[in-house]
T-cell receptor, first 113, second 115 residues
Framework: TQLLEQSPQFLSIQEGENLTVYCNSS?????LQWYRQEPGEGPVLLVT?????EVKKLKRLTFQFGDARKDSSLHITAAQPGDTGLYLC?????????????FGKGTSLLVTP | DAGVTQSPTHLIKTRGQHVTLRCSPI?????VSWYQQVLGQGPQFIFQ???????GRGNFPDRFSARQFPNYSSELNVNALLLGDSALYLC??????????????FGNGTRLTVT
């Protein structure tokens, strides 16, 4: 199993602040995905990064995939209370004839007004 | 269009009992995967099914089993429940059984509590 470590585990910030969360592994991934999960709901896919060094932007969220495809970061600019949730990174692990996603433990973000 | 639906939303069982969780995928999706999410952890892969065949199995004991029906819905069964089986069980559907261009869509899960 390819392990993904996320940091920080918890983050509490004020509205308007910027933040970065990290996802690291000792293994190379063909791609990494970022999900956001709100209480009582399933994870929702935010982005998939595929190419080493790739940067993708989704409104105030910026995702980067490391050059060696072992790590990724998520940067949020001017955080809002609606950004509150659990941010999960996941890497694809091929199975014999299918695939599984290996998830990190997540970063729990709280944005207060 | 309806998303992935799971039932029941919450369930309380006693140690040693059996449980069946149900999942209906998004219309047109042929693959269903099951994940277990223990409090404070990320989801952990249990099974993937595609076209009614098991495509993969995670590191879970034989007490866990699943199947996919001709209409692509799926059931997850857990026998001889243990306290440690208490978790949120997530079902996810995707168009195909392969990873590329077939992202997972998760349901809101079944919260299982074993007492």
């Amino acid at each position: 199993t390819q392990l993904l470590e996320q940091s920080p585990q918890f983050l509490s910030i004020q509205e308007g602040e910027n933040l970065t969360v990290y996802c690291n592994s000792s293994s190379v991934f063909s791609s990494l995905q970022w999900y956001r999960q709100e209480p009582g709901e399933g994870p929702v896919l935010l982005v998939t990064v595929v190419t080493g060094g790739e940067v993708k932007k989704l409104k105030r969220l910026t995702f980067q995939f490391g050059d060696a495809r072992k790590d990724s970061s998520l940067h949020i600019t001017a955080a809002q209370p609606g950004d509150t949730g659990l941010y999960l990174c996941a890497g694809h692990s091929p199975l014999n004839s299918g695939y599984a996603l290996n998830f990190g433990k997540g970063t729990s973000l709280l944005v207060t007004p | 269009d309806a998303g992935v639906t799971q039932s029941p939303t919450h369930l309380i069982k006693t140690r040693g009992q059996h449980v069946t969780l149900r999942c209906s995928p998004i219309s047109g999706h042929k693959s269903v995967s099951w994940y277990q999410q223990v409090l404070g952890q990320g989801p952990q892969f249990i099974f993937q099914y595609y076209e009614k065949e098991e495509r993969g199995r995670g590191n879970f004991p034989d007490r866990f089993s699943a199947r996919q029906f001709p209409n692509y819905s799926s059931e997850l069964n857990v026998n001889a429940l243990l306290l440690g089986d208490s978790a949120l069980y997530l079902c996810a559907s995707s168009l195909s059984g392969t990873y590329y261009n077939s992202p997972l869509h998760f349901g809101n899960g079944t919260r299982l509590t074993v007492t």
